[in-house]
């Protein structure tokens, strides 16, 4: 079956630039969370989405980073005027009980 | 925010031997996992422990849920060469918030 996917795989940008990665969680998974995950390090929440409705977004760094689930499935976690310290792999993660299923994450790298 | 302190950094083991692996914090959980990572993708999970002072194995891994409800341990048996990887402690908090704190991890190299 499918698990978590997430594209792209690898995105370069230039500083100032503005991204958006895209995570299509399991079919059917309500809960749906981004991790940022900076190298040699382990992931640190983001924000979670119950459904549409974005229940938690405590660990956004800044004000630069949106991330959005509007019909409840795919979501999208944008990142505008993108700063090196953005660098990262960005993790999705869906659930439907207690056990987190990860995608392959996006490697973003901010030159 | 919460900190999960995992060690060691990194281990160098021959194949077979035992591996041990453990995870502190200041802070009380109520659910220890661990996680092993494969270079360019996402943690999968290894065992979840949901109770203080319970111990779950997987196969050959074996994991403990500390009793003070503010450390657990991997260990892994007669390791393999697909044991190499990065495990990560990760842990949920008292507050119900579903998103998960993770450890630094710790780096396995098996070595035939």
């Known amino acids: 079956g499918a698990g978590v996917s997430q594209s792209p795989r690898y995105k370069v940008a230039k500083r100032g630039q503005d991204v958006a990665l895209r995570c299509d969680p399991i079919?059917?998974?309500?809960?749906l969370f981004w991790y940022q995950q900076a190298l040699g390090q382990g992931p640190e929440f983001l924000t979670y989405f119950q459904n549409e409705a974005q229940l938690d977004k405590s660990g956004l760094p800044s004000d630069r980073f949106f991330a959005e689930r509007p019909e409840g499935s795919v979501s999208t976690l944008k990142i505008q005027r993108t700063q090196q310290e953005d660098s990262a792999v960005y993790l999705c993660?869906?659930?439907?009980?207690?056990?987190?299923?990860f995608g392959p994450g996006t490697r973003l790298t901010v030159l | 925010g919460q900190q999960l302190n995992q060690s060691p950094q990194s281990m160098f083991i021959q194949e077979g031997e035992d591996v041990s692996m453990n995870c502190t914090s200041s802070s009380i959980f109520n659910t220890w996992l661990w996680y092993k990572q494969d270079p360019g993708e996402g943690p999968v999970l290894l065992i979840a422990?949901?109770?203080?002072?319970e111990l779950t194995s997987n196969g050959r891994l074996t994991a403990q849920f500390g009793i003070t409800r503010k450390d657990s341990f991997l260990n892994i048996s007669a390791s393999i060469p697909s044991d190499v990887g990065i495990y990560f402690c990760a842990a949920r908090d008292q507050t119900g918030a579903n998103n998960l704190f993770f450890g630094t991890g710790t780096r396995l190299t098996v070595i035939p």
């Open positions: 422990l949901y109770k203080a002072g």
């Open positions: 993660a869906s659930s439907q009980g207690e056990e987190q299923f």
């Open positions: 079919s059917g998974h309500v809960s």
